[in-house]
């Protein structure tokens, strides 16, 4: 998903969105463990969990941020302001489907036959 960037640290944020009841905190966790995994990435990559948007604005302004993900497809307007004003930062959310009447963009370095296959299983849904 994510390439080097000339050498230089890619700093991820996931947004965990404090809805603990929900799973929120353990998929923010395993995504966490996933990305700071140096076997599974040559780059440099830091993965920071944050609690909620407004902490990610917070380190957004402080630092270059290359990606965020969020769990939660509830704040669709606030995620289009937040890439109008970050347009270098690449926005990404994890929902449980795939919205309707939505065009869905994906990488071509993304295919794979788990990623096909979660894709036909989330069209038969």
Not at 38 to 66: D, P, Y
Request: glycine residues 6%; hydrophobic residues 50%.
């Amino acid at each position: 998903i994510f390439s080097q960037k000339g050498g230089v640290m890619i700093n991820i944020l996931i947004v965990e969105n404090g809805r603990r009841g929900q799973g929120a905190m353990e998929r923010a966790a395993a995504l966490a463990g996933i990305l700071n995994d140096k076997s599974l990435f040559n780059q440099g990559i830091r993965a920071e969990i944050v609690e909620n948007v407004t902490a990610a604005k917070s380190k957004m302004q402080k630092e270059k941020v290359h990606a965020v993900i969020f769990f939660t497809k509830a704040m669709e307007a606030t995620l289009k302001k937040l890439a109008k004003v970050y347009p270098a930062t690449k926005f990404f959310v994890f929902a449980d489907y795939i919205p309707d009447r939505k065009v869905i963009w994906v990488e071509r370095e993304w295919l794979s036959p788990e990623f096909m296959q979660a894709l036909v299983n989330t069209i038969e849904r």
